[in-house]
C-alpha cells in the first residue's frame, strides 16, 4: 500500500498539563536497576566527553553531563551504521529532517550541528513519547517509575492490553515501558493496529534512565515533532533529509500499514523532489536489486554499507548483510 498522502496527525496534550510532579510512591532503590542498553543488550555509559566542549549544549544534562541517545530501542535503529552516514554529510545543514525517525540514532550523533530539526514518523504511539518527553518529562518520568515498581509478567500483560489510554503521558509511560521490556525491544502490531510483543527475558530492564530522559528532552526542546506520513515534509534548499524507511525485504511491522515496494517507488519520487528542491538527500536501505534500480540515476550515488542484523529473531537469521547509503549529488 502507497503511504497515503500528508496526513499530519495532531498529537494529544494532557489533561491539566504543566502542574506539579507528584513523585512515585515507590521507595525501591535504583541499585540494580541496571544501565540502559541498546536494542542487542549491550550495556553503555552515555556520558559525554568530558573536554568541555559539549558543555552546555542542548544535548547534554547539565548536571548529569549525559549526552542524549536514543530513549528506545528500537528495530532497525541506526546506531551502527552512523560512522558510515557521517561521512556522506554535507559541510552545512540549514534544517534537518528526519520523516522515518524511529530511536533517531542519527539525530542524536549530529544534534550540535543542527539549528533546527524537524523529526517524525508514521508511528503515533513514538511520536506522542517524543512530544511527553520534550514538554512533560518530569512527569513522564515519575510514571515511568511507577512502572518499573510494579513490573511483572502480569503487569506487562495488563499494560499491553491498554490499547485506548488518552492521557498522552501514561500513553508515553506504557510506550516506553513495553519497549523496555518487550522481547528483544522489538516494535511490532499487527493488522489493526494493536502491539503483540510478548515480555522479554530481562533480569533488571531499564525502564527509567531519567538521566537520558532529561538529556533528550533537553534536545529536543526546539525541535518540531510530528506524527505524520514521510511525503508531508517540506525542506527546502541547504536543508539535509535522512530516510531510513523499513528495509526492502525485511522488517516492516513497525505500524498497521505496511511498507511495500509501491512505497518504496513513492519515496524514491518524493525524494527526488526533495533533492530538486535543493535539500541534500540522504537515504538508507537494504542492498536489493530493487533498490539499486529504483535509484539508479545520475542523480544518486549508491554506496555499500556493512552492517550487523539486529532485526530477525531467529539466531540463524542474523548476521552481516549490505546496506546501501544513497545520497543525493
Ligand atoms: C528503520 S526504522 C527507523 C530507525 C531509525 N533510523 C533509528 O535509528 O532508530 C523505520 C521507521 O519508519 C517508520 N515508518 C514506517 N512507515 C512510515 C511512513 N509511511 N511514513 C513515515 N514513517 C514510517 C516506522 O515507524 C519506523 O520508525
Not at 508515553?172 to 494493536?194: M, Q
Not at 525524494?271 to 528542491?277: E, F, L, M, Q, T
Request: hydrophobic share 35%.
Amino acid at each position: 500500500m502507497p503511504a497515503a498522502r500528508n496526513s499530519s496527525i495532531p498529537i494529544p496534550t494532557p489533561p491539566g498539563a504543566g502542574g506539579s510532579v507528584q513523585p512515585s510512591a515507590c521507595r525501591r532503590p535504583a541499585v540494580g536497576r541496571g544501565g540502559p542498553e541498546d536494542v542487542n543488550g549491550k550495556a553503555h555509559t552515555g556520558k559525554a566527553p568530558t573536554n568541555g566542549r559539549l558543555a552546555g549544549l542542548c544535548g547534554v544534562h547539565p548536571t548529569s553531563g549525559v549526552r542524549a541517545r536514543p530513549f528506545v530501542k528500537w528495530a532497525g535503529g541506526k546506531r551502527s551504521l552512523v560512522p558510515d552516514l557521517l561521512k556522506h554529510l554535507p559541510d552545512t545543514i540549514e534544517e534537518y529532517w528526519e520523516p522515518f525517525v524511529g530511536g533517531g540514532a542519527l539525530f542524536y550523533a549530529i544534534e550540535n550541528r543542527i539549528t533546527r530539526a524537524h523529526l517524525s514518523d508514521a508511528n503515533p504511539e513514538l511520536m506522542i513519547a517524543y512530544k511527553m518527553i520534550q514538554q512533560h518529562c518530569d512527569q513522564l518520568v515519575e510514571k515511568l517509575k511507577a512502572h518499573r515498581c510494579r513490573h511483572s509478567p502480569r503487569h506487562y500483560k495488563v499494560i499491553r492490553g491498554k490499547d485506548g489510554i488518552e492521557d498522552p503521558i501514561e500513553r508515553a509511560a506504557r510506550f516506553i515501558y513495553l519497549n523496555k521490556t518487550c522481547f528483544n525491544g522489538l516494535y511490532r502490531v499487527n493488522r489493526s493496529g494493536r502491539f503483540n510483543v510478548p515480555i522479554g527475558r530481562y533480569k533488571n530492564p531499564a525502564i527509567v534512565d531519567a538521566d537520558n530522559l532529561r538529556a533528550v528532552s533537553a534536545t529536543l526542546k526546539e525541535a518540531d515533532l510530528q506524527r505524520q506520513l514521510f511525503d508531508a515534509i517540506a525542506p527546502r534548499e541547504g536543508d539535509l533529509v535522512y530516510c531510513d524507511p523499513p528495509y526492502d525485504e525485511t522488517y516492516d511491522q513497525y505500524t498497521a500499514h505496511r511498507f511495500n515496494s509501491e512505497a518504496q517507488q513513492h519515496l524514491a519520487k518524493c525524494a527526488d523532489g526533495w533533492r530538486k528542491a535543493g535539500a541534500a538527500v540522504i537515504i538508507s536501505n537494504s542492498d536489493t536489486p530493487f533498490i539499486r534500480k529504483l535509484y539508479k540515476s545520475v542523480h544518486w550515488t549508491i554506496h555499500t554499507a556493512k552492517a550487523a542484523g539486529t532485526i530477525n529473531c531467529r539466531a540463524e537469521d542474523r548476521g552481516d548483510r549490505n546496506e546501501t547509503i544513497i545520497t543525493s549529488t
